[in-house]
T-cell receptor, first 113, second 114 residues
Framework: GEDVEQSLFLSVREGDSSVINCTYTDSSSTYLYWYKQEPGAGLQLLTYIFSNMDMKQDQRLTVLLNKKDKHLSLRIADTQTGDSAIYFCAEIDRGSTLGRLYFGRGTQLTVWP | DTEVTQTPKHLVMGMTNKKSLKCEQHMGHRAMYWYKQKAKKPPELMFVYSYEKLSINESVPSRFSPECPNSSLLNLHLHALQPEDSALYLC?????????????FGPGTRLTVL
């Protein structure tokens, strides 16, 4: 299976930018996803990027992809207390005929007022 | 609309009970998934249905029995569960079952086995 790594915790002050990092191992072209999970809730798809792209921006969210280092980051601008949640990076298994997702362990983002 | 619905939201059951979890989507998606998530852990894939046929069973114990009555509905039948089966059960769906198909998740059912 694929190996997706994330740091476990991140704390920021309200209004600052948050950067959540992820590394992956698949060397072939792949889709990479960011999901957000609030306490007691399901996973909300935030954004995704295909591995032939370097960057994708969607309102306050910016995804950066460094293909050489297999490093993915999610930047949240002007972080709000409502952004406090667990953020999962996930990679799809392109080697499989089925879309098997491989998740990182999740980064707990805490936003202080 | 990218909504996947799940019922019930919460379920408490004894080890001798039989219960079912239900998942529904009306996006015309042809692949549906069951995941199990323990606290502070990422979701773990249990089953995948593709075009109403079971295509992946991740060596899940037989006390969990999935069913896909039609392309919009996915059930998970539970029988003789153990306390360690207590978890958040998540359903997801995608347009198709290929690697480029984004999975959309439901809110989950919080299951407690006493």
């Amino acid at each position: 299976g694929e190996d997706v790594e994330q740091s476990l915790f991140l704390s920021v002050r309200e209004g600052d930018s948050s950067v959540i990092n992820c590394t992956y191992t698949d060397s072939s072209s792949t889709y990479l996803y960011w999901y957000k999970q609030e306490p007691g809730a399901g996973l909300q798809l935030l954004t995704y990027i295909f591995s032939n792209m370097d960057m994708k921006q969607d309102q306050r969210l910016t995804v950066l992809l460094n293909k050489k280092d297999k490093h993915l980051s999610l930047r949240i601008a002007d972080t709000q207390t409502g952004d406090s949640a667990i953020y999962f990076c996930a990679e799809i298994d392109r080697g499989s005929t089925l879309g098997r997702l491989y998740f990182g362990r999740g980064t707990q983002l805490t936003v202080w007022p | 609309d990218t909504e996947v619905t799940q019922t019930p939201k919460h379920l408490v059951m004894g080890m001798t009970n039989k219960k079912s979890l239900k998942c529904e989507q009306h996006m015309g998606h042809r692949a549906m998934y069951w995941y199990k998530q323990k606290a502070k852990k990422p979701p773990e894939l249990m089953f995948v249905y593709s075009y109403e046929k079971l295509s992946i069973n991740e060596s899940v114990p037989s006390r969990f029995s999935p069913e896909c009555p039609n392309s919009s509905l996915l059930n998970l039948h539970l029988h003789a569960l153990q306390p360690e089966d207590s978890a958040l059960y998540l359903c997801a769906s995608s347009q198709d079952d290929g690697p480029a198909d984004t999975q959309y998740f439901g809110p989950g059912t919080r299951l407690t086995v006493l």
